[in-house]
């Protein structure tokens, strides 16, 4: 055996230390499920939450972490009480979440917290010099040009665990030298695929809750239903790929089988392809460069005789145009289409403006927040709160 079979052997040995931020999620309960599934391969270090304490509590309980966050402080006292009994470290807050990334034991952090709460753990992650499996797309829609430049700097990997992302990232495995001439990302279309304005004007949150193909949390799944997924999943792909505007297309796929499209310089494309599952795309970040055994369901050709592709119409899918505009334009663009979208989704969610206003709202923000075309990590905090606060008046 030669020596680089016996480092590549003991590497493939050596256990991982996780930290998975928002472990009560729809992502972090199915990273919880991969790890302990796998559990020569990673170990469980951290487990964050925002509120849900019961949940957090019996994750600890059967993970055995080394340390817990909560960031809702009012339950820090029910979790403490719980938890440190059995050895386990208990902090609550923001600031705390944003601290324990930097633990030595930990080596790849999973960013499954939802939207811009997601930014200064990574950067501080990032800084740390940690892995990233990067689920928490809000992030890099927000602030991908620093990301990138502190990632370059402090030598750290970002792997995708978005679907998409992840097949963009299985396709490019062995063809680092080659150029990507675009990507497709591909889009179920949600459950409102092929509706028209005057359906989506009365559309409520229960049945913009009910995706096809996927079981997720009540914001991305908003987000899929008004296709604003698939705009923050382009400015996504544009800072984790290195990728100009004009090579990111969408097309969308009904059945959710190819989850996404590189296409080289010699018009040769790449899809990865598999049952619509987060698991796997979360198990290849946390095992990369492994891919890891599993009992998972198989895809069977016969069960799906065509798969059919589409295209949007932006006309009605407007967020679709205007995250397309943000990634055009750059700077704090795409970081005022986030907050606004966040405020609308959440307004939606509370049955406070129709489905149709949430376009709207993130246009006026659009307009109206002042451009900044090269941005400091100031820049985008103050983008986001002022952001919010206009996007307020409009609810
Ligand atoms: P969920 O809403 O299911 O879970 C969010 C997690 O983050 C929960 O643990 C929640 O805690 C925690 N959290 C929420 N807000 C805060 C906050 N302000 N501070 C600290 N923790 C917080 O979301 P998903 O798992 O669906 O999504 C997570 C991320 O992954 C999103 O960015 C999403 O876009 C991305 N993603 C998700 C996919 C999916 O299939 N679900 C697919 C691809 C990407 P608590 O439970 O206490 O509220
Ligand atoms: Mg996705």
Redesign the pocket.
């Known amino acids: 055996m030669n020596n680089f079979a016996t480092s590549f052997i003991i590497k493939k040995h050596l256990k991982k230390s996780i930290a998975i931020?928002?472990?009560?999620?729809?992502?972090?309960?199915?990273a919880i499920e991969v790890c302990m599934a796998h559990s020569d391969n990673f170990d469980i270090e951290v487990l964050?939450?925002?509120?849900?304490?019961e949940?957090?509590i019996a994750q600890a309980l059967q993970v055995k972490p080394n340390t817990v966050v909560?960031?809702?402080t009012t339950n820090y006292a029910l979790v403490k009480d719980a938890l440190e009994p059995h050895d386990i470290k208990v902090f609550a807050g923001?600031q705390a979440?944003a601290e324990v990334v930097q633990m030595d034991s930990i080596d790849i952090v999973l960013?499954?917290?939802?939207?811009?709460?997601?930014l200064l753990p990574t950067i501080n992650a990032i800084k740390a010099g940690k892995s990233i499996a990067l689920?928490?797309?809000?992030?890099l829609v927000v602030a991908g040009a620093l990301i990138n430049e502190l990632a370059q700097k402090h030598g750290v990997n970002i792997y995708p665990?978005?679907?998409e992302h992840s097949a963009i990232f299985q396709c490019l495995v062995g063809e680092w030298h080659n150029k990507i001439e675009k990507i497709y990302l591909t889009a179920s279309g949600g459950p409102f695929r092929g509706k028209d304005i005057s359906f989506l004007e009365s559309a409520t949150p229960a049945m913009a809750l009910k995706h096809p193909n996927?079981?997720?949390?009540?914001?991305?799944?908003i987000?899929s239903a008004s296709m604003m997924?698939k705009g923050?999943e382009m400015i996504e792909a544009q800072w984790l790929f290195h990728l100009k505007p004009e090579q990111i297309d969408v097309i969308v796929h009904p059945q959710s089988i190819i989850h996404s499209i590189v296409q080289f310089e010699d018009g040769s494309m790449k899809a990865q392809m598999g049952l619509p599952d987060?698991k796997l795309?979360i198990l290849f970040a946390l095992g990369y460069p492994n891919r890891l055994k599993t009992d998972f369901p198989r895809f069977n050709f016969i069960n799906y005789p065509q798969l059919t592709f589409e295209t949007v119409d932006k006309k009605v899918f407007k967020n679709l145009a205007h995250a397309e505009f943000a990634m055009h334009k750059s700077g704090n663009m795409p970081c005022i289409l986030n907050a606004a979208n966040e405020i609308a989704v959440e307004a939606f969610l509370k049955e406070k403006i129709k489905f149709t206003a949430m376009p709207n709202i993130v246009e006026a923000c659009m307009n109206k927040i002042n451009f900044i075309a090269n941005p400091t990590y100031d820049d985008y905090v103050q983008t986001d709160i002022s952001t919010r606060e206009f996007a307020n008046t409009l609810v």
Do not use: C, F, R
Not at 135 to 139: H, I, L, P, V
Not at 214 to 221: C, H
């Open positions: 931020l928002g472990s009560t999620g729809s992502i972090g309960t199915q964050t939450a925002n509120s849900n304490h949940l957090l909560i960031a809702d923001n979440i960013t499954a917290m939802v939207g811009y709460s997601g689920a928490n797309k809000e992030t665990v978005d679907s996927w079981s997720m949390g009540a914001k991305i799944t987000d997924n923050l987060m795309p």
